[in-house]
């Protein structure tokens, strides 16, 4: 039996998906979310991304179906929801997934989550969490093989933007060879990690640079320069534009 068997069971089960993120969307919940997306509308199935809150610019790029909406009133739902299976990707918690948990949660048939942070999670919900992954990214990659999914460019696209983002462009403790062996297939699929990396790292905008200039005129070094202090207020933010 597959070590996704609980995964495959669940989608099998269903035909149409709501899937969502937490609350502020990063790379790794945009990326698996429009790969996850792609993947099950491949697979024959209806699919539909809510979040609570809007893509940040840099990572729109993934978002190459234009699939990601942010939830804002139950309008924007299927008439018939409860038909829906609710899927919840990078995070354990339905407590952060803001207004989805209300909207949402309450109507489908089902919900699952696929995570990989340490965390209690759900346990009232089906769930595939894998703590030692360096991504979520990194478990939908086999699950996709898993499912008979090719791997096209835009899914391809999708997951190595979210791996790039939650390894810290492959430099944090959960990097493994694993990653890298996930990395280099999504590159030979046709990814350019330049154009990654310029999106993601080098896309602010400049009420961000405002932001943090104004964030580093507040240094303080305390007990011998070993500890920095910094100050971020509302008001910063505000008068940055961000």
């Known amino acids: 039996m597959s070590v996704f068997q609980p995964v495959i069971d669940f989608i099998n089960r269903h035909e149409r998906f709501i899937i969502t993120a937490h609350e502020t969307p990063d790379g790794d919940a945009i990326g698996c979310e429009c790969a996850m997306a792609r993947a099950l509308r491949q697979m024959g199935r209806e699919a539909l991304v809510f979040n609570a809150d809007p893509t940040p610019r840099k990572f729109r790029f993934v978002d190459v179906d234009n699939i990601v909406q942010v939830l ?20 354990s918690d339905v407590r952060n997934i803001g207004q989805v948990a209300g909207l949402v949660l309450p109507r489908v048939r089902e919900h699952f989550i696929i995570d990989h942070h ?13 703590k030692s992954a360096s991504s979520t990214a990194e478990i939908l990659h086999p699950l996709f093989s898993a499912l008979g999914v090719t791997i096209d460019f835009p899914i391809a696209l999708a997951l190595y933007t979210a791996i790039v983002y939650d390894t810290g462009s492959f430099i944090y403790p959960k990097t493994t060879a694993l990653t890298f062996g996930i990395a280099r297939d999504l590159v030979e699929r046709g990814v350019k990690p330049n154009v990654v990396y310029a999106n993601v790292y080098e896309s602010n905008s400049i009420s961000a640079h405002v932001l943090h200039a104004r ?21 910063m933010i505000a008068e940055s534009g961000g």
Request: aromatic share 4%.
């Open 215 to 235: 964030v580093l005129a507040t240094l303080e070094l305390a007990l011998g320069n070993h500890v920095a202090l910094m100050l971020m207020r509302r008001e």
């Open 118 to 130: 340490e965390n209690e999670g759900d346990i009232l919900a089906g769930n595939f969490v894998q």
């Open 72 to 91: 804002e009133h139950p309008g924007q739902l299927p008439d018939d929801l409860e038909r829906w299976a609710l899927l919840m990707l990078d995070t």
